[in-house]
């Protein structure tokens, strides 16, 4: 087909247009994501088998509440244009490659990856198929809360009726991989520090009240029946995993309510003595946290209620 057109009296453009030819091409699409879903690793060596329907196997692990997971998806689309010869999308299992993510605090490895069906056969009545892919991830480490994200480059071949490879040099298909790690720990207050009701001392002196409710006085009078207690909580943690005590000030300043007359509380101690491990079991478990410190009065101390707050920090090991 020829286009003219007319710049000048006896001078013309010729503009030749090509005729335009469809071509024959395989797309392949990532439609589902490897998604392991929120876990809480409970050993340090664990491990999850996801199959191809998505459902998965832990080992070392747990998870809480509702858990959204699946298997990978890759789907495969052919443009037959004007072919009728049906293709096979193939994938062998015995040559998949592994994946390593490097979390914080740990390692993520995915291998031994397993399909739902080595091929698909892709005609022009049919273009399109999908192939599910799971896999077995192994966590060495315990992971920071977090969401980690990877991919892994699956090899395929394209083939005829017959077997024969139609394209050697296929480029592979990638698949994303994800999952998410949690370290839940909850702590709730039942039992308020006191240190009892004092006589205000000619010396200075102090109130050492141990986690077990213990006290030991050095210059200072404690009148009977003051209703001196340690500070109490429950801790709600994985089992068996190592806990990490601390406060969030190591000398409390307390005051009168006119902020007027003040002592300090220092020297904090816990039982079970920082750091320490959760009881033995499955899931979350819960451990009774004592906590005590020493009250550092003055001499001749002001009359009054002292009040005051601190927080107490858990963190895992």
Same mark, same amino acid.
Request: proline share 5%.
């Given at each position: 087909m020829f286009k003219i057109i007319? %710049?000048?009296?006896?001078?013309?453009?010729?503009?030749?247009?090509?005729?335009? %030819?469809?071509?024959?091409?395989?797309?392949?699409?990532?439609?589902?994501i490897m998604n392991l879903g929120k876990i809480v690793l409970s050993q340090k060596e664990s491990s999850v088998k996801l199959d191809t329907t998505g459902n998965i196997e832990l080992t070392g692990a747990f998870v809480q509440g509702t858990h959204i997971k699946?298997?990978?998806?890759?789907? %495969?689309?052919?443009? %037959?244009?004007?072919?009728?010869?049906?293709?096979?999308?193939?994938?062998?299992?015995?040559?998949m490659p592994t994946t390593t993510i490097e979390g914080d605090g740990c390692t993520i490895k995915f291998s031994n990856f397993i399909v739902n069906k080595t091929s698909v056969v892709l005609t022009p009545d049919n273009p399109s198929g999908n192939i599910n892919i799971g896999a077995t991830v192994e966590v060495s480490g315990f992971c920071k809360t977090d969401t980690y994200k990877g991919s892994i480059n699956i090899p395929y071949?394209?083939?005829?009726?017959?077997?024969?490879?139609?394209?050697?040099?296929?480029?592979?298909?990638?698949?994303?991989?994800? =999952?998410?790690?949690?370290?839940?720990i909850e702590v709730s207050v039942t039992e308020n520090m006191n240190f009892g009701t004092i006589i205000s001392p000619t010396t200075a002196g102090t109130v050492v009240l141990s986690p077990d409710g213990?006290?030991?006085?050095?210059?200072?009078?404690?009148? #009977?029946?003051?209703?001196?207690?340690?500070?109490?909580?429950?801790? #709600?943690?994985?089992?068996?995993r190592s806990i990490q005590v601390s406060v969030s000030t190591e000398n409390l300043t307390i005051k009168t309510s006119d902020n007027e007359n003040s002592m300090t509380v220092s020297k904090f101690t816990f039982s079970p003595t920082s750091p320490f491990n959760m009881p033995s079991g499955s899931g979350m478990v819960d451990q009774v946290l004592g906590v005590g410190a020493t009250l550092n =009065?003055?001499?001749?101390?002001?009359?009054?209620?002292?009040?005051?707050?601190?927080t107490v920090n858990l963190t895992y090991e």
């Open positions: 007319k %710049f000048i009296t006896f001078m013309f453009l010729y503009l030749l247009i090509p005729p335009c %030819f469809a071509e024959s091409y395989l797309v392949v699409e990532n439609t589902g699946n298997a990978g998806v890759l789907s %495969f689309i052919y443009n %037959f244009d004007n072919e009728n010869t049906p293709k096979v999308v193939m994938i062998n299992e015995e040559i071949n394209l083939a005829d009726e017959t077997g024969v490879v139609l394209i050697d040099d296929t480029p592979d298909a990638t698949l994303q991989v994800m =999952v998410e790690t949690d370290n839940p213990k006290v030991t006085l050095d210059n200072v009078t404690l009148l #009977s029946n003051s209703g001196a207690t340690a500070g109490q909580a429950v801790i #709600s943690a994985v089992a068996g =009065v003055e001499a001749n101390q002001p009359a009054g209620n002292y009040t005051g707050s601190f």
